[in-house]
């Protein structure tokens, strides 16, 4: 290996490295607020009229009556942006174990058979993969919403979780196919293994760090889509605080009470940043020399 091609992984390990250190510092406050906040902070439900509103009856900005300031209903936006913190992520850490497992099933049944079993599950992907994944949500969540579950969250994770699961799916496929030619692998089936057993003992083993890798960027993912599906109305139902609400209701006062859409709309973005570095630093490290 030359001076010049080490030196450049060395600068990619220590990258990945500073992405994984951030994103997981950043991943595990987000976390920690979504969990212990509402203990340190007001009901998000909370209305005041009276402290809460200007004389004309609009928001306060930050520092006024809160740190964030208040809505139009007279809610403190802290309170508010944390309750959306606990929500939000719960849908979106349900929706990315649904993608996991209904991926994983389906990826590696299909790897680790080959054949017409391969090929029938594949073109299942394929057509889920045909529609654009957002409509498909879309369609999804107005569907469910006519359910008995329909006043809870569960609609929006099992939408997400249907929609999500063919990235993993794929990835999984095509990890199960190449271990199935490895040495160690074909000596464990002529010892006469079961599938279920060299599924467990030598392929997800294997694949661990793609699957951190796929969960990161799946979580992710999913936050930028319930945040879609709550801005059109297809989330929780109201009066659940979540992020892409906060950003319908505030829209109108983007004006007059930007805090309404910017406190949220940061949530939103510093969330999906901190999965997608943890991911990269995942996948750099995973990539590196051993």
Excluded: C
Excluded at 31 to 37: F, T, W
Excluded at 107 to 129: E, I, Q
């Amino acid at each position: 290996m030359s001076a010049h091609t080490h030196a450049k992984l060395a600068d990619a390990l220590r990258r990945g490295r500073s992405a994984l250190w951030i994103g997981a510092l950043l991943a595990i406050a987000i976390v920690a607020i979504g969990v212990l906040g509402p203990l340190l902070v007001g009901d998000p439900l909370a209305r005041d009229l009276d402290g809460g509103l200007t004389a004309l009856g609009a928001p306060r900005g930050p520092g006024v009556a809160g740190l964030l300031g208040t809505d139009d209903l007279g809610r403190d936006v802290l309170a508010r942006v944390i309750g959306g913190a606990g929500t939000s992520l719960a849908i979106a850490g349900a929706a990315t174990a649904i993608a996991l497992v209904l991926g994983g099933i389906v990826g590696l049944t299909a790897g680790h058979a080959g054949g017409r079993v391969d090929r029938v599950l594949m073109r299942g992907v394929d057509l889920v993969l045909a529609f654009p994944a957002l409509l498909l949500a879309i369609l999804l969540a107005a569907l469910l919403r006519e359910s008995a579950l329909a006043r809870s969250s569960v609609p929006v994770a099992l939408t997400l979780g249907l929609v999500g699961w063919t990235t993993t799916a794929r990835v999984l496929r095509d990890a199960a196919r190449t271990l199935a030619r490895a040495e160690h692998v074909v000596a464990a089936r002529a010892l006469g293994a079961s599938p279920g057993r060299i599924v467990v003992r030598h392929v997800l083993p294997n694949v661990a760090g793609v699957l951190v890798v796929l969960t990161a960027l799946g979580f992710a993912q999913n936050l930028l889509a319930e945040s879609a599906l709550s801005f059109v109305g297809l989330g929780p139902p109201p009066p659940a605080p979540t992020w892409g609400r906060m950003l319908f209701e505030g829209r109108a006062y983007y004006r007059t009470a930007p805090h309404l859409i910017v406190a949220p709309g940061l949530a939103i973005l510093l969330s999906v940043v901190a999965f997608h570095l943890l991911a990269e630093g995942v996948r750099a490290r995973a990539a590196g020399p051993r």
